[in-house]
């Protein structure tokens, strides 16, 4: 069994993000950028599988930069057998991500996708759903708990009730969820042995054509407004009376 | 005197300084990280200018009073306590930052400001104060400044002396200076700004400063590597350095690892075991940095120096890598350790470690022995543990015939007594071993000179004459 991931390169978690001087975008230059965290969670859960015997490839594919293929390495030394970039400049909203990635899924013929549930760059949270819409497929999103048995992924999802366990047929899109797994160190060794291992660069508009009438444009960053200081009241009878001044009660 | 009278003196000839001789105010100023001491303050007072520390010694001068000056209290020798009804003069309301000059990259602070917040004011003008340690959150400026303070990151920024460009001092004769101006050149006779930093509150009190803020680093990773021995250590340092641009180069052993992996609940880093663990944080932005990271490793691993190694794929990562040095300290906590900070050239720490190693192995063989240490600034932690068995009075009696066996190697490797911890009252008695009689003779002229009623901290760093 094959096991398509996708991954984003995005800035790291913990980096405090700054808006460039004319608003334009995020400040990028010198800042620490990794794989979307949940598609670290991705990676890893495919690997497990793998090496449970129950998958016998792992592929990941990356719609970015050049430098994307950064990410793709790490993905390769923990333990992916073959990469792909489709090298994109220009920054891509999910339905085109969600079209470039049906191609692949229609030329590798995963039988399962497994793919982080949102990027924490725009957290979007559309693209795993749109490509199990398009490849017309079934899937399990905001999963934290996956096993597979006879063509068959049984998925616990965290829904805003509590947990939720649905199984569904194969080949099928699974979005991942924070308690997914911990996701493995890369050992240095095996960093040295995943430059041999092969990644495939090609342009993202030779696999989605033109994709310029869907495009979003933002015109605009602002930081959040700092959180106002706190105020110390002595009485509940002076709370109110600020309550009322601001407006906030009647 | 009685608290009656304290309150009475203080209102009558400093009416505009807040003050407090509450009993549980005086027990929480009087006291720093160390437990040695009884607490003994007979005032806390906080000014808020440097004019009101001005009155302040002036009046402790007039009186015949001891000043303790305060910071965050964060230090472990002792430096900032109070033990002889002293007045604490505390720096906790002068925590004014700005104006910061963009041109000169320098922003004024009162001494009360803590660590961090000047680390958030530089990140703030997109720029970086590199001095960082655990306690930055409640450490102040002038107190950093007070003890030199190094940190985490030394080996590439150097102490808090590096970022000093201006100081406001007010000397124990009661006297304003204001030293160097945040001039980057200034070859005019004896720099008294670098005499005062590190001075440990005894010549004078920092009232102010102008701070050196620079460009941010690029981005990092850390290296977790598990080297082969001791000897290997030095070579792996070598080459990281000629290779990476480094941040830090921490060691640690075998036994230390295996206290923190049971104490936080972590997994083991490596499948095999090494009896030395190395880790790096380096600039790690682009893929030269990552062909130079690899390049490093490569030539460890064929040497067989490098055992196995790990590499942070995200700064998450780097911290849980992190974690398995910072982790070290608290993990042998319940072990009662006797604790030492210690300094040698760097070339030295093997045959400082081997040569401890063999007299502790000899003379105490019921000793376990936990190193770690910033390596790349000659800097070890020597943690020796409590045996279940013995009692803690029989331990530290056997650890106080230890100190001869440390301070007479560090003595004769020419190292240091106290690497960043400070002299105080704790290393006091030690100080002979690192400065030599001559110079502690001229400390204590250029002492008299500064403060000649002894006003200021006495009692502390400088040995009892």
């Not at chain 2, 015949?64 to 965050?72: D, E, Q």
């Not at chain 2, 009075?393 to 100190?403: G, L, P, S, W």
């Amino acid at each position: 069994m094959k096991i398509l991931v996708p991954i984003k390169r995005v800035v790291d978690y913990n980096v405090r993000v700054q808006v460039k001087p004319d608003g334009s975008g995020v400040a990028t230059d010198g800042v620490k950028m990794s794989i979307n965290p949940f598609d670290e969670i991705a990676i890893e859960e495919a690997l497990r599988l793998k090496e449970q015997g129950k998958a016998d490839e792992v592929v990941v594919v990356s719609i970015g930069p050049d430098e994307a293929q950064q990410q793709l390495r790490t993905a390769l030394a923990m333990g992916a057998d073959r990469a792909i970039l489709l090298q994109s400049g220009e920054a891509v909203q999910p339905l085109q991500a969600a079209n470039a990635l049906l191609k692949i899924v229609q030329e590798e013929q995963p039988e399962l996708v497994i793919m982080g549930k949102q990027a924490i760059d725009d957290d979007n949270n559309q693209t795993p759903q749109m490509l199990a819409t398009l490849w017309d497929r079934p899937q399990a999103t905001f999963v934290s708990k996956l096993s597979l048995e006879n063509n068959k992924a049984t998925a616990t999802r965290e829904v805003d009730a509590g947990l939720e366990t649905i199984e569904v047929e194969l080949p099928a899109v699974i979005s991942t969820d924070l308690r997914l797994n911990e996701p493995r160190f890369v050992k240095l060794p095996d960093i040295m042995k995943a430059k041999r291992k092969p990644l495939e660069t090609r342009p993202l508009s030779d696999v989605t054509g033109d994709f310029s009438e869907q495009e979003l444009t933002i015109t605009q960053y602002e930081a959040p407004q700092p959180r106002q200081k706190g105020v110390m009241v002595e009485s509940v009878d002076e709370l109110i009376t600020l309550l009322k001044e601001k407006g906030l009660v009647a | 005197m009685s608290p009656v009278d304290t309150e009475t003196l203080l209102q009558t000839h400093v009416p505009e300084v807040a003050f407090s001789t509450a009993p549980d105010a005086l027990v929480h100023y009087a006291c720093d990280w160390t437990r040695f001491h009884t607490p003994q303050a007979e005032a806390v007072l906080w000014p808020r200018t440097t004019g009101q520390v001005q009155q302040i010694v002036r009046l402790a001068n007039a009186i015949g009073k001891a000043l303790v000056p305060s910071g965050g209290r964060t230090g472990y020798s002792a430096g900032a306590v109070a033990t002889a009804g002293e007045w604490v003069v505390s720096m906790d309301k002068m925590r004014q930052i700005g104006p910061f000059d963009p041109v000169d990259r320098l922003v004024s602070v009162q001494a009360g400001v803590a660590t961090g917040q000047l680390q958030e004011f530089a990140h703030a003008q997109g720029l970086f104060y590199p001095v960082d340690f655990a306690s930055a959150g409640s450490s102040q400026i002038g107190g950093n400044i007070a003890t030199n303070a190094g940190g985490i990151r030394v080996l590439r920024y150097g102490t808090t002396r590096d970022y000093v460009a201006g100081l406001t001092v007010v000397t124990g004769t009661g006297e304003i200076l204001r030293l160097n101006n945040g001039l980057v050149k200034n070859a005019t006779g004896l720099d008294l700004r670098h005499l005062m930093i590190g001075s440990e509150g005894v010549l004078g009190i920092i009232t102010e400063a102008q701070m050196r803020l620079i460009d941010p680093p690029a981005a990092s990773s850390v290296m977790l590597l598990a080297l082969s021995s001791l000897d290997a250590v030095m070579r792996v340092f070598a080459q990281a350095r000629g290779k990476l641009t480094l941040s830090s180069f921490e060691l640690f052993s075998h036994l230390a690892l295996q206290y923190v992996m049971n104490h936080r609940q972590l997994a083991a880093p490596f499948s095999g075991e090494s009896p030395w663990y190395v880790l790096l944080e380096f600039d790690h932005a682009s893929d030269t940095d990552e062909d130079a990271a690899m390049a490093f490793f490569e030539t460890g691993l064929e040497s067989g120096d490098i055992e196995d190694g790990i590499l942070s794929g995200s700064l998450e990562q780097a911290r849980q890598l992190w974690q398995y040095r910072e982790g070290i300290s608290e993990s042998i906590a319940e072990h009662t350790p006797y604790k030492n900070d210690i300094a040698v050239r760097i070339s030295q720490v093997p045959t400082f470690m081997r040569q401890l190693d063999a007299v502790l192995k000899q003379h105490y063989p019921g000793f376990e022995t936990v190193w770690f240490g910033h390596i790349g600034d000659g800097n070890l932690h020597l943690n020796i543990l409590k045996p279940e068995d013995m009692d803690v009075a029989e331990f530290q009696r056997q650890c106080e015939a230890v100190n001869t066996h440390v301070y007479g190697l560090i003595e004769s490797l020419e190292g240091s007594v106290s690497a960043e911890h400070g002299v105080g009252l704790l290393k006091k008695p030690y100080l002979h071993h690192s400065r030599s009689q001559t110079e502690i003779a001229l400390m204590r002229q250029i002492k008299q000179a500064f403060d000649p009623n002894g006003v200021l901290n006495p009692g502390k760093m400088l040995p009892d004459s």
